[in-house]
């Protein structure tokens, strides 16, 4: 199994086999449900309007999330921190864009002088601390045109308790040095910044997290 906490080289040298082996991983932790999560963030992003949505996708990876958005017509921007793995990106969506940055500490001009309909996030979130996820959605916000949202799939759980059966199930496949969603208490703080939002569940280890 992949570890979680990677470095830049770690990402690079995982990405010429990361769709297949996502695929593979897909049953149990830490993926467990993970082609139904791509979904739960895929359908935020409404087509029906008579415009093009504008897609900020962070951790872009190799694109497994933002690929059938980009086959509807979705103009999108990806970031990510590797190299390699935008450069599989960019093979299957030439007519988006792309930025290598690693935005767990700031953001780059070209980000923060665009404006988008969703910002969107797959599997990166937890590579923050709570402190982070806040002013990280708090820096975004107003990119977002009127009706935007923020979708965020990852690592997540409705409990503390939650947290900790899961934790004790996976055993040493547990990563302490990461920050993963628990809403009992992450869900105050989004109301505490005056955020509204919606979590659903998708399996016992992962949910998509709906911000406003």
């Not at 690929?67 to 988006?96: H, N, Q, R, T, V």
Request: charged share 25%.
């Amino acid at each position: 199994m992949k570890p979680i906490l990677m470095n830049e080289s770690g990402f690079d040298d995982w990405a010429g086999n990361y769709d297949e082996s996502i695929d593979a991983l897909s049953k149990g932790y830490p993926f467990e449900g993970y082609y139904q999560l791509l979904a739960g963030i895929q359908n935020q992003v409404d087509f029906s309007q008579n415009k093009t949505p504008k897609i900020l996708d962070l951790g872009v990876g190799t694109g497994l999330l933002t690929l059938e958005l980009y086959k509807k017509g979705g103009d999108i921007f990806g970031l990510d921190f590797s190299e390699k793995m935008i450069a599989l990106a960019k093979e299957k969506m030439p007519k988006a864009r792309f930025l290598q940055h690693d935005f767990t500490d700031t953001f780059p001009e070209e980000v923060m002088q665009g404006n988008f309909d969703y910002i969107i996030s797959s599997y990166a979130y937890h590579h923050v601390t709570d402190d982070r996820k806040i002013t990280l959605l708090q820096e975004l916000k107003p990119l977002l045109n009127e009706n935007g949202k923020f979708a965020i799939g990852d690592i997540a759980f409705e409990s503390m308790e939650a947290l900790d059966d899961c934790r004790k199930s996976v055993g040493k496949y547990w990563d302490d040095a990461e920050f993963y969603l628990e809403m009992e208490s992450f869900g105050k703080r989004l109301s505490d910044a005056g955020f509204l939002y919606n979590f659903k569940k998708v399996s016992f280890c992962s949910g998509v997290l709906v911000v406003k």
